[in-house]
């Protein structure tokens, strides 16, 4: 039997070993995670009887298959009030020194009221700079002045993108924001589920340990061991 060892219990970690598990039975995963928690990014907190995201998460109806994907662990519809995701209507705003901004930034006289005639001057003339002469993109702070501005960056989503990265943009990878940020689709309504987004994460991992996949936490992967391409070991 093939053994496969999937590094991160993120989505895509617990998604591809979940496939590979549910394609065939001729595989053993093993499913390695530094933290001690699964969900990556994606999941949910328990913090003094309150559960809290890292980040805003939401499940888009856009697409059909991932919909179909989705409702095998956490159906839209059913009688379980518990596990499963309800519908709810977008609202996006900004917190911004007592103010709730609309998201995505509408330049109208409630945010000149909000934010000031001079501040909203400086967006309106950095969004028009980063349009005009584009930085060169080595970085995730790059990646996002280049699409709002400076100012916009640096007064509505800096400090939220720091604390959901755990550290500075200016450490990270422009190909992130082309992962996370040109994928994004506006939708009115999402999915969301009842226990937060990292409930989804849980039940694909309890399915994954139903067919058999070992999930470790705390493991985390110093090296592997190639042998002619082919993975010989893990260093754990």
């Known amino acids: 039997m093939k ?3 999937v590094i991160g219990a993120g989505p895509a970690g617990l998604t591809a070993a979940y496939e590979i598990l549910n394609r065939t039975d001729s595989c053993q995963v093993l499913v390695l995670e530094e ?12 913090f003094q009887d309150y559960r809290m995201d890292l980040g805003g998460h939401r499940f888009l109806m856009v697409n059909e298959k991932v919909l179909d994907w989705w409702n095998q662990f956490l159906p839209s519809r059913g009688v379980n009030y518990i596990k499963r995701m309800f519908q709810r209507k977008q609202k996006l705003k900004l917190y ?4 709730y901004v609309s998201h995505p930034i509408l330049f109208d006289r409630k945010f000149r009221n909000q934010v000031g005639s001079f501040r909203t001057l ?3 003339c950095g969004l028009i700079k980063s349009k005009i002469k584009k930085r060169k993109e080595h970085t995730l702070e790059d990646y996002y002045m280049n699409r709002f501005g400076q100012t916009i960056y640096q007064t509505f989503l800096q400090d939220y993108m720091e604390k959901c990265w755990g550290e500075s943009l200016r450490n990270l990878s422009c190909e992130q924001g082309t992962m996370h940020g040109e994928n ?7 999915l969301y589920p009842k226990l937060g987004a990292g409930q989804m ?3 694909v991992a309890e399915k994954i ?4 996949g070992i999930i470790e936490l705390g493991a985390m992967v110093d ?8 993975l010989k070991k893990s260093v754990i």
């Open 35 to 46: 933290k001690n928690q699964i969900g990556g990014l994606a999941k949910t907190v328990d």
């Open 3 to 5: 053994k496969v060892i």
């Open 223 to 230: 090296s592997l061991v190639l042998d002619n391409n082919m």
């Open 209 to 212: 340990k139903k067919r058999g």
């Open 201 to 203: 994460w849980q039940e």
């Open 122 to 124: 400086k967006c309106i």
């Open 96 to 99: 911004y020194k007592g103010n």
């Open 184 to 190: 994004r689709v506006q939708t009115e309504y999402f």
